[in-house]
């Protein structure tokens, strides 16, 4: 098992390197000079090379890069160009946001899509996997910005009971973070009424973020649970005089769950980076949005930052899923 | 008194896309508490059907009952829920499967999945499930009787890092779980190493003299047949054929199907004599030829045979045979 952690750690290690050459070649075929808008609209050629010299954008490219890879290595992200902020300070504030609604997306995901994948395998072809398939349908086609639209304009304009956008209203004091998770901080300071507003304001965007992932776990989790319920080992069960409750939840769904498993953190790294849709519709200040706003302005350090957060996500969730198929999968375990 | 098991005129179907396979065709067979009795046929003759009929394993559709009963201490399982199945599963009528590696769960624990059968039973017959400890104490017990070592580190292990040999042990230490009375045993050997075949057979064998089991053994080896089984029951194209004491049948199979079979095995003591194969193949089960479903393949075929359904009569006392030309 020891083996099996430190090559997958290993290759994570390289995964990040190479995530890292990426986001700095990006920022370096971006086609925007980054020092004539560090330099301002007005300024001449001379303060336009000043620019290009502070900010070292006249070195050779190796030495960038060198330079780049120390920075990051001090947990240094560089400047933004434009509005001069620490790119690292800037994250800290966004991240939370598009964290805490990536999470509440997986979890309604995972906790839904699981028991309707293995409700539609045990009714196959019935009316309950019927309804599930075009859900799950429905939920891969509908374009969020759509759908999100669409639940402001039920849940907010029509009935009134939800906000349409942000994390809290505009008039409440967003309280000292502690994770910077709202949801989590306002339970750990018992603090119940800003956790029903801050659930009320992320419900729409997390179920809008959530429904495509919720249509792909419940389907690969219902077409592996249909295979596993015909595997031999679950005919000798049955014979043996297992529990059918037994069977489907533990022989069939511990099968099933480990291709379930990979959809499960490629989605969480997807929806890490497909968060930009739903935080503009949404107008949640996460990640998604900062670096649509940057990126339009042309200032690539925050759009570098994204996305090796973004990557580091994905890495991190692949990780993850990874350790758990070897906890999951004994024959995975031998060094 | 009443046999152990008794199956009287099963037609078992199968829809499919092509058509209705009839799987079995009117099989009538009878088991004594402790006989053994053998079945052995072709790959898809129908005997593996026949024997997850038993223990209401085929998958219902595509698969669905024609006509006919299967009568377990005089009770009809054709006709059990599943409610009623289950009681029987494990605790009464126990099965032995083909592939040790593929009726395994790769995932569980051996400890787990045995433990998962005990305490199953116990709830399938309305008992409290034993706790845990309990059931792995029975766990380990069990497969200390199918001459396994160590069976406390067994437990922990997982499918994969045992043998074939081992894991068939294994599967049949969960047969006996529930001490049933039956055990059906679907081509226990098949899949294993020459050399472990018999020594699984031999296990079987002696389970079966030591407990006083029923066996129904199906294999398409008649070396297998003769060592395990008393009676034998030679299956063709859904049918049973012949059916007599093995010693009988093997020095003297009376039907043409099972004397082709016979003259299949080499004869290591007169090698120059060369097996001889039978002719054609199996037939379509969707479209089985009509009247006698061996006679295209049949060298003493007449007319008759194209048109009548032969019915199985007994010609000799304890041996009957399905075919219009038998004589004793």
Redesign the interface.
């Known amino acids: 098992m020891l083996g099996y952690l430190l090559r997958r750690i290993g290759l994570a290690g390289l995964m990040l390197f190479g995530l890292v050459c990426l986001t700095f070649v990006i920022s370096n075929v971006a086609p925007s000079d980054p020092a004539a808008l560090a330099a301002g609209p007005d300024a001449g050629r001379s303060q336009i090379e000043q620019a290009r010299r502070d900010y070292g954008l006249d070195k050779p490219l190796p030495e960038q890069f060198l330079r780049y890879l120390t920075d990051l290595a001090h947990g240094d992200f560089g400047r933004s160009i434009a509005t001069g902020r620490s790119v690292g300070t800037d994250l800290a504030r966004y991240f939370p946001a598009t964290l805490e609604l990536v999470i509440l997306a997986m979890a309604l995901g995972v906790l839904l899509g699981v028991p309707l994948g293995v409700l539609s395998a045990l009714r196959k072809d019935g009316p309950a996997d019927h309804a599930t398939r075009i859900f799950a349908v429905s939920g891969i086609a509908l374009p969020p910005f759509w759908f999100g639209l669409l639940l402001q304009l039920a849940f907010a304009t029509w009935l009134g009971l939800l906000p349409t956008s942000g994390r809290l209203s505009v008039f409440t004091e967003p309280p000292p973070p502690i994770t910077g998770l709202l949801l989590v901080d306002s339970l750990l300071t018992g603090n119940f009424g800003l956790f029903r507003e801050a659930l009320s304001h992320i419900i729409l965007p997390a179920i809008v973020l959530s429904l495509p992932c919720l249509a792909s776990i419940l389907r690969v989790n219902r077409s592996e649970m249909v295979e596993a319920l015909r595997?031999?080992?679950v005919?000798?069960?049955?014979?043996?005089?297992?529990?059918p409750w037994?069977i489907v939840m533990?022989?069939a769904l511990?099968?099933a769950m480990l291709p379930t498993l990979a959809i499960i953190g490629l989605r969480w790294g997807w929806m890490m980076s497909s968060t930009v849709l739903v935080e503009t519709v949404f107008d949640w200040p996460g990640i998604g949005l900062y670096a649509v706003s940057s990126a339009i302005a042309g200032d690539f350090k925050p759009v570098m930052g994204v996305t090796l957060i973004v990557g580091l996500n994905f890495m991190i969730a692949n990780l993850i899923v990874d350790l758990l198929y070897g906890v999951?999968?004994?024959?995975l375990r031998r060094a | 008194m009443t046999a152990l098991l008794e199956i009287a005129d099963y037609r078992l179907a199968f829809d499919t896309f092509d058509g209705t396979a009839q799987v079995l065709d009117g099989i009538d067979l009878t088991l004594e508490a402790g006989g053994t009795l053998g079945i052995v046929g072709e790959t898809g003759c129908g005997k593996s059907v026949l024997a997850?009929s038993l223990?209401a394993?085929n998958p219902m559709p595509p698969a669905r009952v024609v006509s006919g009963q299967i009568r377990f201490r005089g009770s009809d399982i054709l006709g059990m829920s599943d409610r009623e199945m289950?009681r029987l599963?494990?605790?009464a009528i126990?099965?032995v499967?083909q592939?040790p590696a593929?009726?395994?769960?790769?995932?569980?624990?051996i400890g787990t999945?045995m433990e998962?059968?005990i305490?199953?039973?116990d709830?399938?017959v309305g008992e409290r499930q034993r706790p845990r400890a309990a059931a792995r104490a029975r766990a380990a017990e069990l497969l200390a009787a199918v001459g396994l070592p160590e069976p406390a580190r067994l437990l922990d292990s997982?499918p994969?890092?045992l043998s074939g040999g081992m894991r068939q042990r294994v599967?049949i230490a969960?047969?006996l779980?529930?001490d049933p009375v039956l055990l059906v045993a679907d081509e226990p050997t098949t899949a294993l190493d020459v050399t472990v075949q018999a020594q699984v057979l031999a296990l079987i064998a002696r389970l079966v003299a030591e407990r006083g089991l029923a066996l129904m053994l199906i294999t398409h080896d008649l070396g297998v047949v003769a060592a395990a089984c008393a009676r034998v029951a030679v299956m063709y194209a859904g049918t049973v054929v012949e059916e007599a004491a093995t010693a009988d049948l093997l020095s003297r199979p009376l039907h043409p199907y099972a004397r082709g079979l016979i003259a299949a095995v080499p004869d290591l003591d007169h090698p120059e004599r060369r097996p001889q194969g039978i002719a054609g193949s199996i037939p379509s089960l969707i479209t089985p030829p009509r009247g006698c479903r061996f006679h295209p393949r049949c060298p003493v075929a007449t007319e008759r045979c194209r048109s009548e359904k032969p019915l199985r009569r007994e010609i000799l006392p304890g041996r009957s045979i399905a075919c219009h030309h038998a004589t004793p």
């Open positions: 595997m031999d080992y005919t000798a069960a049955r014979a043996h005089g297992v529990t037994r533990v022989h511990k099968n999951l999968d004994p024959r | 997850r223990m394993l289950r599963r494990g605790r126990s099965m499967f592939d593929s009726y395994l769960n790769p995932l569980l624990a999945q998962d059968a305490r199953g039973q709830a399938a997982h994969h890092q599967l969960m047969a779980a529930g």
